[in-house]
T-cell receptor, first 116, second 116 residues
Framework: DTGVSQDPRHKITKRGQNVTFRCDPI?????LYWYRQTLGQGPEFLTY????????KSRLLSDRFSAERPKGSFSTLEIQRTEQGDSAMYLC??????????????FGPGTRLTVL | AQKITQTQPGMFVQEKEAVTLDCTYD???????LFWYKQPSSGEMIFLIY??????QNATEGRYSLNFQKARKSANLVISASQLGDSAMYFC?????????????FGGGTRLMVKP
């Protein structure tokens, strides 16, 4: 399978715990995005990387959130001291900058986080 | 102000009939792109169709077409010959050119239910 993959698919944690999610983009894609989707809403942008550089972060990304893409391939999103309001689906997407499809983003299956 | 508005929370359509899902957008950027994604219950966002702001013709992809009315700032998705597998959430999204990272802004979605 050459699509975007995310791990884990589901995570249940207790309030105050730290969690880390992983995203593996399509191999030749140089851009990687994280979005958050709460129940009944559309996805909201969190942050994006071009290669290993994190170029933009949304105001939604509080200090408890950190993302990395150390070698310009896979990315991790860590949430520290989780709160119930962090419960959501976390979606990862990747794209190839400058490609003919105007930077079409390919999404992974998401990680559903439930904070008890 | 909402950048992407989808006014239909839910829609029913009879199998084999056509259906139109509404999307209006708000931007002052002359260069932008509009996307439609399908999200089945499994959670993955599936790209359906793209329309660039300078495209002269309405985009089509198989059974999907985009009714782009630039002056009215609307980008409605038309699905012809609905199938049971079309039942899903549908999201309209926009990318603005000033936004160097090409991140997407999504609407709230429309749940489409296809009746046999």
């Amino acid at each position: 399978d050459t699509g975007v993959s995310q791990d884990p698919r589901h995570k249940i944690t207790k309030r105050g715990q730290n969690v880390t999610f992983r995203c593996d983009p399509i191999s030749e894609h140089n851009r990687l995005y994280w979005y958050r989707q709460t129940l009944g809403q559309g996805p909201e942008f969190l942050t994006y990387f071009q290669n290993e550089a994190q170029l933009e972060k949304s105001r939604l990304l509080s200090d408890r959130f950190s993302a990395e893409r150390p070698k310009g391939s896979f990315s991790t999103l860590e949430i520290q001291r989780t709160e119930q309001g962090d419960s959501a689906m976390y979606l990862c997407a990747s794209s190839l900058a400058g490609s003919g499809r105007d930077n079409e983003q390919f999404f992974g299956p998401g990680t559903r986080l439930t904070v008890l | 102000a909402q950048k992407i508005t989808q006014t239909q929370p839910g829609m029913f359509v009879q199998e084999k009939e056509a259906v139109t899902l509404d999307c209006t957008y708000d931007t002052s950027d002359p260069s932008y792109g509009l996307f439609w994604y399908k999200q089945p219950s499994s959670g993955e966002m599936i790209f359906l169709i793209y329309q660039g702001s300078y495209d002269q013709q309405n985009a089509t992809e198989g059974r999907y077409s985009l009714n782009f009315q630039k002056a009215r700032k609307s980008a409605n998705l038309v699905i012809s010959a609905s199938q049971l597998g079309d039942s899903a959430m549908y999201f309209c999204a926009m990318r603005e050119a000033y936004n160097a990272g090409n991140m997407l802004t999504f609407g709230g979605g429309t749940r489409l239910m296809v009746k046999p």
